[in-house]
């Protein structure tokens, strides 16, 4: 892959995994990926020489600094987007591509009740009421105009059915045509690139310039650089006439730093991000004044399996196969041990809980009604060998060393309450469709959680700036959005509610940084 | 009170809060108590002259600081003790004086099986396995020691049997003879007294000099400042030779900082602290590139009561009799709502789902009790109407508001759990000496969640280094302990276990800070 090569139209997340070598697989380099930059007392002092002048740098591509850059660009500001690693999309681009809109015209459609106030209301109860609520209140009243927005601004194809997501009063998700953020980034890519702007990939942000008087006059980066090689490429300073906008992302494939707020997240822990979602730029956020907000709420993804890397499809079947129409199954006592469609938080402690060893699985019928919804994932994740096909029950509960008799009662005790249209042991939400679990064959796939999303990050407000650790005020020429910062989602971030932040904070970034004025 | 008056041997939690007007009566002046410093240009130049020199410059004058002071003094180095407060002792001098060790001769005396591995487990049970495992195991480990040498260095008077709080397995708390974690604090200061320190009081941090070699080398005043006035008092720049120790404390009672992390805990949420737990150093730790942990976890005392101000002595009734031989009830519903011997976290959590509308009560016997453990507290409580006294169950349910029947029932259902030996509803440890509730009279308090303990903070090591944000490495020449600090406890702190904390990383810091390389 040649440097500075903007991002196919056929960049999937199939393929990036197969170029990167796989997500997880290259992890562990990151945590070599630390900036190691000593205390710098040169903080404050302005480069002799910008070798480049902006308007407006971006740091970062995905959804939010791509769509802050859109807007800037639009607003007549000049404009560069920096990306470290080698193609622009971050996260973004191998996300799931679900989007929540409430008050949408598919709803009215589809002839669901929902408004903005209980979307909202479902994200502060997500969030523990450690939510920032006039950020979350700001992401839910937009969320249909931001998602008409990638309709007909971007051109964004979404499929035609709405889904839910755990957590969701309603269904109210948009999904892309091909179940991707990517369908989203290319759109955002392809628009940008119409303006002409193109991300500058292996471009590694390694300082933030705070001047004297309080503001932030741009950055110094690594050019040509090799993630994660910290010494790689040249150094050079770029001026941010306006303002800088930091869209660098979480932290979740950073071992030091998500161990100094969660320790019990180690470096084999497995992850669903991407290899550059390590917290470099957060920590130099941090070194200049921005102010930490609620580091250490770190999502765990619950429909993770061991048997894949990073991100993976397992998803698609633990959730909506096992989760609506099977059983999560602890294999040591042939138990459910949760309620399959709980909050993320509730399920992925559960998991730990019962050390990892648990199975989802379904009969034939979820695996078809599976089969309607995700109709590519199913036969891969066969072919894989993540989900496995089981003729018999015996044979499942032996293949996870799992006690036969009592799973046997467990299914029969769901099947009653199948019929009797209630879920007495866990209360789960019994689907319209739902029938009791048959005779066989059987699928399964093996569960663990993977870290996921980080909550927290540095301090912003409604306008999208960043704020001073010392005087809650805004830090001049610096916004930030997307998820490097915190507060939008409290404790626990809802399912398809990430995307909007970022695309909502991310314009509202590039909006108010064009409209700054120049300060030199 | 003349400034920097240093304390007298007859002050306590409770001439305090006279002297003060109530800690939380002046609580709300604590807002405006936020040094509002603008980003320093000159964070790295040391000033121009310095006012005064020592090795050590010590901020905070609670357990912690004057521990620091107290080995930094003995082994040799010349030291300062800063205090913005007009008195020195902090939290410290107000708090309930218990002191956990694992593996004490009164543990011996009493036939109890303790170790600091099982003291180490609770701490990590309550702390959701958030600690930093190697600075909880510290605590643990060292905890007999550090008792020990409370009552054989500082000469602490201890009552003479041990007592138990929610989330430990065994009862291990030393108890101070006056309830009061002033009878450290004032053996601390009279030992101190004896090597010549005395706190300098009214002497607020502004400023920590980090120079560009990225060493502290001393701090920037406001001597004869008055809280809350950042305004006030005379600018004064302190050399520290060896080392500057940070002991400033948790921030409960500072609602900027505190809302950032957790935006439930607005300005009219009452907090047990002393007016001065605010974030000023804290904020300014973080500034000059201290990493934060986990700041967004906050305890909250579930043992407060509206009808008093700050602590009080509402803890005493509410834990000792109402829930170890009475009840927690819903009066709306007249039921109870948690496990009464719950920990701190799941406790207030449930007064919070109730809406407060909740009474801690217990019979005679249960009073009887509480005078025997807290002689000086219950006539107290009565005369302040903070526990009131019913002669029929009728009179305290409509005192409340209570549906008399349900209360009925409840108390029906809680005694025959006791005449079988199993609290079935909420599965409460019954006390050996637990009897049946009597028909009356009935004392009762009202209960209401309060701000305790802030259980992040900056980031330290083993040695009490603070760490740096961007290197994970100790920032030389700059050390911390106590509530200031964050990891010990993870999520949740456990009762008895803050008292440990700030004595033994104070006098680790304080020991290690002397044996320092002076600069200069």
Not at 392 to 421: R, S, W
């Amino acid at each position: 892959m040649k440097e500075d090569k903007t991002i196919s139209p056929s960049f999937t997340r199939r393929n990036f995994l197969k170029t990167a070598g796989g997500a997880a697989a290259v992890a562990g380099l990151a945590t070599s990926g630390l900036a190691l930059t000593p205390w710098k007392a040169e903080a404050a002092s302005l480069p002799k020489k910008w070798d480049e002048t902006y308007d407006i740098v971006v740091v970062g591509s995905g959804f939010a600094g791509l769509a802050a850059a859109y807007e800037a660009k639009k607003a007549g500001a000049s404009v560069i987007v920096l990306e470290k690693m080698r193609t622009p999309g971050g996260n973004s681009i191998i996300n799931g591509g679900v989007v929540s809109a409430a008050g949408s015209p598919m709803e009215e459609k589809e002839g669901i009740k929902d408004s903005p106030e209980l979307l909202l209301q479902d994200m502060l109860t997500a969030g523990l009421n450690l939510n920032h609520v006039e950020l979350a209140k700001l992401v839910a009243y937009q969320s249909n105009e931001t998602v008409q927005w990638t309709i007909n601004e971007l051109g964004v194809k979404y499929k035609d059915k709405l889904s839910q997501e755990g957590g969701h009063s309603v269904p109210r998700m948009y999904s892309t045509y091909n179940q991707s953020g990517g369908a989203i980034v290319q759109q955002q890519l392809a628009k940008l690139r119409e303006l002409g702007v193109q991300p500058k990939t292996q471009s590694f942000l390694t300082q933030i310039y705070r001047d004297a008087d309080g503001r932030v006059k741009g950055v110094q980066i690594r050019e040509r650089y090799v993630f994660p090689n910290v010494n790689s490429g040249k150094l050079k300073n770029i001026k941010a006439k306006k303002a800088v906008v930091l869209a660098t992302g979480g932290f979740g494939n950073d071992v030091a730093f998500r161990t100094i707020q969660d320790p019990r997240l180690i470096s084999d822990f497995p992850s669903t991000n991407q290899p550059g979602a390590t917290a470099e730029a957060m920590r130099e956020a941090l070194r200049i004044g921005c102010a930490p907000v609620q580091l250490s709420w770190i999502q765990l993804g619950p429909w993770g399996s061991p048997d894949e890397q990073g991100m993976g499809l397992s998803p698609f079947f633990a959730q909506l196969c096992a989760a609506m129409y099977g059983l999560w199954i602890d294999t040591k006592t042939g138990k459910r041990f949760v309620n399959e469609l709980a909050d993320r938080k509730i399920r992925a402690d559960a998991i730990i809980r019962v050390g990892n060893k648990c199975i989802a699985f379904t009969d034939a019928y979820g695996y078809s009604l599976g089969e309607k919804l995700i109709a590519e994932a199913l036969p891969k994740l066969m072919e894989r060998g993540v989900v496995k096909k089981y003729d018999t029950l015996e044979q499942m509960a032996a293949a996870y060393d799992c006690p036969i008799e009592p799973l046997k009662e467990t299914i029969d005790k769901f099947n009653k309450g199948v019929l009797a249209g209630k879920d007495e042991e866990w209360g789960r939400y019994l689907q319209k469709n739902q029938k009791p679990l048959g005779p066989g064959p059987y699928y399964a796939l093996r569960l663990t959680p993977k870290i996921h999303h980080t909550m927290g990050g540095v301090h912003m407000n409604v306008k999208a700036q960043a704020v001073d650790v010392m005087t809650d005020k805004p830090i001049p020429g610096l916004y930030a959005a997307g998820e490097v910062t915190g507060g939008v989602h409290g404790a626990v971030r809802l399912g398809s509610c990430a995307t909007l932040d970022c695309l909502i904070f991310g314009r509202i970034a590039g909006q108010n940084a064009a409209a700054e004025k120049s300060w030199g």
